[in-house]
């Protein structure tokens, strides 16, 4: 099992920045998934951006150009995440969630919340126009 704590989250005029972070601690030792998704109100949660212990990203197609992942991954036992928002837009407005997942996943699956155990608690991002 791994434990998420998410952060970062606020409040962008519409063309800024934010950055979210994720600590992720646990069992981490073989390969992982480590992804971020969103739900705004009234919507099902969708994936953003996902990356694997090895580097290989996945971006929604909403996101891309616009939306880095990264990761700290120097400790096996203290993973962080990073999502580098720019050029936010108010539809990115929602909750984002991080989550964390150690066993396979297919590269089509990859932005599937449904193939996630683990998740943190959440950070609001809010965008306005």
């Known amino acids: 099992q791994v434990q998420l704590v998410d952060s970062g989250g606020g409040s962008a005029q519409s063309g800024g920045s934010l950055r979210l972070s994720c600590a992720a601690s646990?069992?981490?030792?073989?390969?992982?998934?480590l992804g971020w998704f969103r739900q705004a109100s009234g919507k099902e949660r969708e994936g953003v951006a996902v990356?694997?212990?090895?580097?290989?990203?996945?971006?929604?197609d909403s996101v891309k150009g616009r939306f880095t992942i990264s990761q700290d991954n120097a400790k096996n036992t203290q993973i962080t995440v990073y999502l580098h928002m720019n050029n936010l837009k108010p539809e990115d407005t929602a909750m984002y969630y991080c989550?964390?997942?150690?066993?396979?996943?297919?590269?089509?699956?990859?932005?599937?919340?449904?193939?996630?155990?683990?998740w943190g608690q959440g950070t609001q991002v809010t965008v306005s126009s």
């Open positions: 990356i694997e212990r090895y580097g290989n990203t996945n971006y929604a």
């Open positions: 989550a964390a997942a150690t066993y396979y996943i297919p590269s089509y699956s990859t932005l599937s919340a449904d193939k996630y155990n683990d």
């Open positions: 646990g069992s981490m030792y073989g390969n992982y998934y």
